[in-house]
């Protein structure tokens, strides 16, 4: 077998987590008998809570669930006079659920569901937020986030989900909504927290959080560090491997001027699991009829190989900001980021396009590959304050915004990677076909692996200004509006044996947003409010297939953007002496303008969808000792009008109008709670509710239902030192978390039992 391979940094995480594993242990009983005294003595404002999984050096009460306003300055009015719906998944949060990555955090988040990537659309996080695809709508503290990635949340202080179509606030995109993943900066005051996660599966996890003031306290650096292993409850051969740096410098400390430097740095290296194959309804069907995954009768069963599958990334992300108040009422701030994030795999897809699954009992191992690189380069200046005018009080921010995107794809040459028929008698052809109910991971691979320079380079030039204001007309009635103006550019040239070809698209659109809120009462608000959204062609700027008819070398007619409007019915009140946060809202999301397949690599704006919701959720202190985090959704969605079927600008038979939209399950409900039943000990547990997902617009192929169940306790053992104990699905409840649209579903994870170590002064 021959292999080449693209070169990601080495650098071991075990070494890093051997490293912070050392100066753990090194720490003495002494020592935090020592620093238990010197903390007594620093008194309460050093006080600080340890995370169970990742940890954070806020001033508490940052334990409560509660959160009153968003981070960005784009929302100009805290969230209870907020006009749309938006759930901020705090620290606290994160802490209590063992939340390591994303998809983890999210799932705390109802009407949220994840995708599959496969090789045109990439692995890692493909959020749908209210039925419409979310995977280029990630910000980091405001700014966006590009780049097939699967985040990590060690350097993450909370993250912000804002539900319907949100191009006014971040550009292009976003027609169910966005994330903003608020970084943990520089702090003005010394600490130190650490943690180490021991836990079924070979799980090892050390996190590391150092913050120190310098120069008369005027500054100060923090450094997070992480390093994370694990294999994959229920699963077969799978294994995680990742690490992760995080430095940041804060100058001007309390004073009007304020300057950040910060890098961030994650690197994995995983055995990729693309889960189960779907089965035919039938042996002689030609096409999937409402058809689930099939594991053969054991749902451990893994279909790739050892010999051949990888997954290797990184994401290297540099940001220096500036903030200067110019005024009491005034700020500026200017953000500088570049970004590069790259992908580098190639993972079994288990396919039974041949109908091996019912007619031998075997599976086709298909071979998906890509190498990508996607480098970013924004600038984003911002204007905020408030001022009277009118005799109006105005909260306002306004801003502007360019960004430099460049994307380049390109995969590997597998030979042989055809579509056979598995049959008994042909074996396992080298490591291609394999039996479905005991499939061998160690199968030895004997074909060939070489790298294929041909691909894609898709560049993207996009520019923005836009203007946000909450205007006070009296004490009861604010109006909140919101404009934007975007121009997006982008060129995507690929290169073939045959030669090149270009494909170029440029536009330009308005969006903008609107509430009324009326408050009956101080603590609460009734609303209404209507926003847009703008999806361009080459959006995912070669990060993505679905719905980009650019990146499958479709001919084209009348690509303009596609337009996503809301209207939206909502209430908020803050109970308990605002401990307690409740929402309730109704919605219509209405997508039109769709691109859709009109004829044989044709496709038009002519195309429409639509959902309808309720949504309510709940966050904060119901007493001092009991705390929930809880939300339902429900969401009607339907393709209205969907043209033809189809896949890659290739026809093929029946119509998808009025089926349900592909991940987009009718009712979601999510619980986490926690009581403190003393002052060391907290119990809580959670419980996790998700109706059937559709993987297609055809809904043909589909995941079930589940209700997944978590618990966890956490004892104080000092004041230094906590215990943290989380047991994931606690009923080992077999369920998939991923619905891909033709061969596949991704597996959850399987009972996990966790328990960490910390330790903070």
Not at 465 to 473: C, K, N, P, S
Request: charged share 20%; with cysteine.
């Amino acid at each position: 077998m021959s292999r080449t391979t693209t070169k990601i940094p080495a650098s071991s995480p075990r070494m890093l987590a051997s490293a912070i594993g050392v100066a753990l242990s090194a720490s003495s009983v002494a020592h935090l008998a020592q620093a238990a005294e010197d903390t007594e003595q620093k008194g309460q404002r050093n006080s600080i809570s340890l995370g169970a999984t990742s940890i954070t050096g806020e001033e508490q009460d940052n334990t409560s669930y509660q959160v009153e306003k968003a981070s960005s300055q784009k929302y100009t009015a805290p969230l209870v006079d907020t006009p749309r719906s938006v759930t901020v998944v705090p620290q606290q949060v994160l802490k209590d659920t063992a939340a390591t990555s994303l998809q983890d955090a999210l799932r705390t988040v109802p009407g949220i569901t994840f995708g599959a990537g496969e090789g045109g659309n990439p692995q890692g996080d493909r959020p749908f937020i209210r039925g419409f695809d979310a995977q280029g709508d990630t910000y980091l503290d405001g700014v966006r986030d590009t780049g097939g990635q699967s985040r990590e949340i060690f350097d993450i202080e909370s993250i912000e989900v804002s539900k319907g179509p949100n191009s006014a606030f971040g550009g292009r995109g976003s027609a169910g909504g966005s994330l903003n993943l608020v970084s943990k900066t520089p702090q003005a005051r010394d600490f130190t927290n650490g943690g180490f996660t021991y836990g079924s599966d070979q799980t090892r996890r050390y996190v590391l959080d150092v913050n120190r003031q310098f120069l008369d306290e005027s500054a100060a650096f923090r450094l997070n560090l992480m390093s994370h292993e694990q294999n994959v409850a229920g699963r077969d051969a799978v294994n995680y491997d990742r690490w992760g740096v995080a430095p940041s410098l804060t100058f001007g400390l309390g004073t009007p001027t304020r300057v950040n430097l910060s890098y961030y740095h994650l690197e994995s290296n995983d055995l990729p699991d693309s889960g189960i194959p779907y089965g035919y309804g039938s042996s002689t069907a030609t096409a999937h009829v409402h058809d689930k995954p099939n594991d053969g009768g054991d749902s451990n069963n893994f279909y790739g190989l050892k010999d051949r599958d990888f997954r290797k990334t990184r994401a290297d992300i540099s940001t220096f900001s500036i903030e200067h108040d110019l005024n009491d009422t005034m700020t500026l701030k200017n953000t500088l980021r570049h970004g590069s994030t790259g992908q580098d795999y190639i993972l079994t897809q288990p396919d039974d396009s041949k109908f091996n699954v019912n007619r031998f009992g075997t599976v086709w191992r298909r071979a998906n590959s890509r190498v990508s690189t996607t480098t970013t380069t924004t600038n984003q200046t911002d204007l905020f304050g408030s001022f009277q005018a009118l005799g109006f009080k105005h909260s306002y921010s306004t801003g502007l915004e360019f960004t430099g995107e460049e994307t380049r794809v390109s995969s590997y040459t597998i030979s042989p990677n055809a579509n056979p028929i598995c049959t008994v008698a042909k074996g396992s052809l080298g490591g291609q076909c394999t039996s479905l109910s005991n499939p061998n991971p160690d199968d030895a691979w004997t074909g060939s692996i070489a790298r294929n320079y041909y691909g894609t380079t898709t560049k993207a030039t996009s520019r923005g200004a836009y203007v946000f204001d909450t205007i006070e007309l009296d004490p009861k009635w604010l109006l909140n509006v919101g404009l934007r103006y975007d121009t997006f550019d982008t060129v995507a040239n690929t290169d073939s044996a045959t030669g090149r070809s270009k494909i170029k698209e440029d536009s330009q659109f308005f969006n903008w947003q609107a509430g009324l809120v009326w408050k009956p009462v101080e603590n609460a608000s009734i609303y209404a409010s209507y926003a847009t959204s703008a999806t361009p062609a080459g959006g995912l700027v070669g990060e993505g297939s679905d719905g980009n008819p650019l990146s499958a070398g479709a001919a084209t007619s009348d690509l303009q953007p596609e337009e996503t409007v809301n209207y939206e019915l909502g209430t908020k009140w803050d109970l308990f002496h605002d401990r307690l946060s409740l929402t309730a809202a109704v919605f219509r999301t209405e997508k039109k303008n769709t691109r859709i397949l009109v004829d044989a690599l044709t496709y038009q704006n002519a195309g429409e969808s639509q959902v309808d919701g309720v949504e309510l959720s709940a966050s904060g202190k119901i007493t001092d000792q009991w705390q929930v985090f809880a939300g339902y959704s429900y969401l009607d969605s339907e393709l209205v009008k969907s043209g033809l079927n189809g896949r890659n600008g290739v026809v093929s038979s029946g119509s998808n109008k009025g089926n349900q939209m592909p991940n987009t399950p009718k009712n979601t409900f999510s619980l986490w709670t926690t009581y403190d039943v003393t002052s060391k000990l907290t119990i809580g547990g959670g419980a996790f509710y998700v109706d059937q997902v559709y993987g297609d617009a055809g809904n043909t192929v589909y995941v079930p239902s589940y209700t997944r169940y978590d618990a966890m306790a956490t004892y104080k053992l000092t004041k230094n030192v906590d215990l943290q104990l989380n047991v994931q699905n606690l009923t080992d409840k077999l369920y998939y978390d991923k619905a891909f649209s033709t061969h596949f579903a991704n597996q959850a994870a399987g009972r996990t039992a966790l328990l960490t170590t910390s330790f903070h002064f």
